[in-house]
């Protein structure tokens, strides 16, 4: 069977997922199925799907769910490597490039983005994922499936998710200094891109072919692409060799067919009136996007998951 990705255009994580898959052997195989990321992946169908985190990248491949963007590039890397990773096993550098995956992995991207919005800019995607986890829990219990404590379970956790992410980016020194570790570890990161390019000189962070690593890497790169192009001179200014290294990704058909293209304007307009984003956002605006109202039971339950899930945020 085909592998099926699930992933929706701009998505950072999606990013990693398309571009691992365009450099693995499964390329040519791979369907690829967009997700409303604030409403599809909410379903029950969904959720039976990816209960871990509900959300963009999941990727069914031979008898397994790859249900987050590292499990996903891990498992095309051990069992469907391209031919850049072929060479970093070969040459014994798997771990050493493991250990930069994994640095380059702790980096929030949702905090940088949402960071660099207005309040309401900010609220208006998570307010809409928490009406339609509401009105597909509140499916869920009408209907009382045979695995609706499963699925009840699922939702009470993610709507704790997503209220404690909407909590951290709530304006005050909290998240200013969440801000500044983001920017300080962002910084770090760079500098040790910039470091493995410069071993490389006339190729990418492990040697002349784009590997997995790339694709922990050049996500970032899309990103101030979309949202802060000025970043890039002062990027270059800082670290030089990242701008050959762009000038060669940009110029890689495996970067454009697996990263850029969902970012192009034509391709973004598509994909986001094709999956209705449009008028899900304009029915929220509007009031016409309501969550129904839950049991008292249901709401305690929320309740303490979200305090749990603040108090691991917090580290309390």
Request: net charge negative; aromatic share 12%.
């Amino acid at each position: 069977e085909r592998p099926v990705l699930y992933q929706f255009p701009g998505s950072f994580n999606s990013g990693k997922a398309t571009l691992a898959m365009q450099l693995s052997q499964k390329a040519n195989e791979v369907e690829i199925k967009y997700v409303c990321h604030m409403r599809d992946n909410y379903t029950p169908e969904y959720v039976r799907l990816n209960p871990d985190t509900m959300a963009v990248p999941t990727m069914e491949i031979d008898d397994k769910v790859c249900t987050d963007s590292m499990d996903l590039c891990r498992y095309l890397l051990d069992n469907y490597p391209g031919p850049g990773d072929r060479e970093v096993v070969a040459a014994g550098q798997k771990e050493e490039m493991m250990a930069w995956i994994n640095f380059a992995a702790e980096w929030d991207e949702y905090m940088f983005t949402y960071g660099h919005m207005s309040q309401s800019s900010a609220d208006t995607p998570n307010e809409i994922r928490l009406v339609n986890l509401r009105y597909y829990l509140h499916q869920v219990l009408t209907d009382k499936p045979p695995d609706m404590e499963f699925l009840v379970n699922a939702y009470v956790k993610k709507i704790a998710g997503v209220a404690s992410m909407k909590r951290a980016q709530e304006s005050g020194p909290q998240k200013e200094k969440d801000l500044e570790d983001n920017k300080l570890l962002l910084d770090r990161i760079l500098a040790r891109g910039n470091d493995l390019v410069g071993q490389h000189p006339e190729g990418f962070l492990f040697g002349d072919k784009l590997t997995t690593a790339d694709v922990f890497f050049l996500p970032i790169f899309r990103i101030f692409y979309m949202l802060l192009p000025g970043k890039f001179d002062e990027v270059f200014q800082k670290y030089p060799n990242l701008q050959g290294y762009w000038q060669r990704a940009q110029a890689s058909p495996d970067v454009e067919t697996g990263l850029m293209k969902y970012v192009r304007k034509p391709h973004m307009a598509w994909a986001m009136f094709s999956a209705k984003v449009p008028k899900t956002i304009l029915a929220y605006v509007f009031g016409l996007l309501k969550a129904p109202k839950l049991p008292e039971e249901i709401e305690q339950r929320i309740a303490a998951a979200t305090e749990e899930q603040w108090k691991k945020v917090r580290g309390g």
